[in-house]
Each structure stands twice: as C-alpha cells, then as structure tokens.
C-alpha cells in the first residue's frame, strides 16, 4: 500500500509534474512566479484546494454521476462544486481559522477558474479509467495522494522558477528576448531539467 | 469602450492587434499541450472558437438579466453548458480528435480566453458586436495554436498534419514535440510578435499586471502588486 503511494505520489511531483510536464496552471506560473513568498502562497493555496476538490467530486462523481449514467454532466458539474466549494473555504476559513485565511485567503478567488485544479480531477478519472494499477487497488485514496502529489510539484516547479526569475532579474539579456520570451525560454530550460527525473521513479520503487 | 469601433475592427483586432495567445498571453496551457500535432491544434482552435462564439452569444444577450456580483458564476455556468455541448459533438464525431485532445477538451471551461471576452467583452456590449468578437478572437486564437502546431509538428516530428514530410534517414528535432519545446517555440513566436508590434506602435505582451486576467476583479494579488510596486517606485 505505502509503495503504491509513493510511486503515484512521485510520479506526480517529478516525472508527470504538472506545470513542466502537462501544461497545466500555466498561468499563475508564468504570472505569480515573479516573487518567492507569493509563489509559495498560491502553491500552497492551490495544494489544499486541489486535495480538497478531489475529495469532494470523487464521492460524487462514483455515486451520483456513474450510477444514474449522468457522466456526460461531469464538466458542468466538477467547475460549479469546485467554485462553490472554493467559496465556502474562504468563507470557513475567514470565519474560524484566521492566520490561514491571511495567509492563503487572496489566492482563492484565483484558484477557481485554475485549470490546474479542474485538470487534476480529470487527469485522477483518466487515470482510473485507463486502468493504472495503483489507482485500481486504491482508487479514492490514490486520487487523493495523486492530487496532493500534482499540488506538490506544482510548487516544487513554482519555487524553481521563482529562483529562475530572480537570478534573471540582473542578467542582460537580448534586446528581442526581453520581458516574456526570455521567461518562456527560461521556463523551457527547467522543463529539461525534469527530463533528469524520467525512470527515477520506477528505479526507486520497483 | 470608450471609442466607437467599426465591426470590421472588431472583427480583426484578435488576429494580431490583440491576439489572445501571443498579445494578451491567455489560454497559455492549450496552446502549450495541443500545439504538438497539426490535427490536434486545428480541432482544438475550432472548438474553443465554437465555445467562444456561443458563450459570447448568450452572456451578451444576458447581460442585463445576470447581476453583477453572481456574474462570474454565471458566466462559467453558461461556458461550460457549452463545452459539454462541444464534448459531445467531438465525441460523436470526430473521436479521434477527442482522443487526441483528452483532457483538455473538458478544460476549455476554464480557458482564459473564453471568461476573459465574457468579462471584458460581451458583458458589456450588445449580441451582434459580441459575435463578431467571438469570431475574430476564435480566428485569433485558432491561428495561433495552428502556427505554432506546424512550426513544432514540421521540425520536431518531420510531418505536417501525421503526413511525412522528411524521409526517415533525417532525424528530426524530437526535443521540439516534447514539452521544453512547447514553451520554447512559444517564446520565440512572442517575441517575433512583439517586434511586429513594436513596428506598429504597440506595447510589449507582457504578464506582470493582471490587467488580461479574468479574475482580475476578484483577485486581491492586484491591490498587492499594485501597492507593491508603488513602494518600490
């Protein structure tokens, strides 16, 4: 069970990460990466979230979409749970747990029409109905350590790219590149990077 | 809008003036995923474009009925009425770009592009407009994934549209096809499009404020950024 984990868990940080690997929150990557503490804020935002909406739509997705062969409702119905749902989080957390909200509350709003957070529920499905071991042996748990796994990589990416820019800030570069190309090319060069990862997680758990 | 606008204006201005993928930097993570095959790039564009022109018919007829504060609920509910509508169609009839697409066919819903022209569009002006809006914009868009597909597809695959174009003795740029080539070849196409732009008079494309963003609105990180730059200016 524990390997099981690790190797989706993994498998979502390095080798099928999120931002890197399957162009999703492009966005707030390319937008929100330009300082390290807000990075790390919507990384974190967006880790809870992601966790959070899975859980969320998998009950209801198993019980009430399948069972009445209502799938082809899933798009309509996945975005209208996860935008109320983020809305209740912020209403929650607002209410009781202060420091939280202060410190994730300004994100949300942002999260809602993330594609990360969507993609993570489709991508968790996709991988149920394309018959991956470890999400057929656990397929409630291993969506959840899937999207935890997504949500981490997706801050591992953010946190990398933060230090990218940073060290860019006071390098010279080509007048024609200057501004978002270079980003973009910068943003190129880190996704080889995780080319390095590619294998290491069959390796390690196999 | 401020100035009155021809519809010819309106029409054209997603092609270069305000290109959606390479002026206003929105539905990076599309253009990003799809853009490896021409096929793929070409059903992608015709789809959003077929969200697009629909949800911009409806919000536009609507604008007067949805209240302002529940609107952007409103809008995602409308948008994605109409990617289910789309899902179904692509499913029927052309499963092999359904495959091709996977999830990212669902995930037009949260395409940029599609919220941004509700929001900075067709909310605000009337149905005729907002259509030719929506069909210069998908063009805009559409064009854009295209070009990019043939650019990755030719040199990264030796194919253009899954037909061979180089014989196999040449091995083609695989680096392309994958994804640090998606951002890449997106760099650079950005940074031909800002000297076109330049040439015209026009300002860089730029992501640093969040003024193309639909949820710019409701976002605190604007007041943020906005105070934060103050301080440092």
């Known amino acids: 069970m524990a390997k099981a984990f690790m190797i989706i868990l993994f498998t979502g940080i390095l080798t099928e990460n999120f931002v890197l690997r399957q162009f999703l929150g492009i966005c707030p990557f390319l937008g929100v990466s330009k300082k390290r503490n807000t990075a790390m804020g919507m990384s974190a935002a967006v880790i809870f979230v992601m966790v959070l909406a899975t859980a969320v739509t998998f009950p209801i997705n198993k019980y009430l979409l399948e069972k009445n062969g209502l799938e082809y409702l899933q798009t309509i119905v996945f975005i209208l749970v996860i935008a109320a749902l983020v809305q209740l989080v912020e209403i929650v957390l607002k209410k009781y747990v202060k420091p939280l909200y202060n410190a994730l509350g300004i994100y949300l709003p942002l999260i809602t029409t993330n594609c990360a957070v969507l993609g993570v529920v489709f991508l968790n499905l996709e991988k149920l109905a394309g018959g991956d071991p470890n999400f057929l042996a656990y397929p409630f748990s291993g969506s959840l350590v899937n999207s935890l796994g997504a949500g981490l990589g997706f801050m591992l990416a953010m946190f990398l790219f933060a230090g990218v820019r940073e060290r860019m800030e006071n390098c010279e570069v080509p007048k024609f590149l200057q501004g978002l190309p270079i980003t973009l090319i910068a943003a190129s060069l880190t996704s080889v990077s995780f080319f390095g990862f590619d294998g290491l997680v069959e390796g390690l758990f196999k | ?158 194919s253009l549209a899954g037909i061979a174009i180089f014989p196999a003795s040449i091995p083609p740029v695989a680096i ?50 906005k105070a934060e730059s103050e301080v440092t200016a």
């Open chain 2, 176 to 225: 392309l096809i994958l994804p640090p080539g998606g951002f890449f070849v997106y760099g650079l196409m950005m940074a031909f499009a800002n000297k076109l732009a330049e040439k015209k008079g026009l300002k860089k494309a730029t992501l640093e404020g969040c003024d193309a963003c639909p949820m710019a609105q409701a976002c605190a990180l604007r007041g943020e950024d």
């Open chain 2, 1 to 158: 809008m401020a100035e009155k606008k021809t519809m010819m204006q309106e029409f054209t201005k997603g092609f270069l003036k305000e290109n959606p993928v390479l002026r206003l930097v929105l539905g990076t993570c599309p253009t990003l995923a799809i853009s490896t095959s021409v096929i793929g790039a070409i059903g992608m564009g015709i789809s959003a474009t077929a969200v697009l022109i629909g949800s911009n018919v409806v919000i536009s007829a609507l604008r007067k009925v949805i209240p302002a504060k529940v609107r952007i609920p409103a809008y995602i509910i409308v948008i994605a009425a109409f990617v289910t509508i789309v899902q179904m169609l692509v499913k029927a009839f052309a499963p092999a770009v359904d495959e091709m697409l996977g999830i990212y066919l669902p995930l037009i819903v949260v395409n940029c592009i599609i919220l941004g022209r509700a929001e900075a569009f067709a909310g605000k002006n009337p149905v005729l407009a907002s259509t030719v809006d929506g069909i210069g914009m998908g063009i805009g868009f559409t064009a854009a994934i295209v070009l990019m597909s043939i650019i990755r597809e030719f040199f990264g695959a030796g």
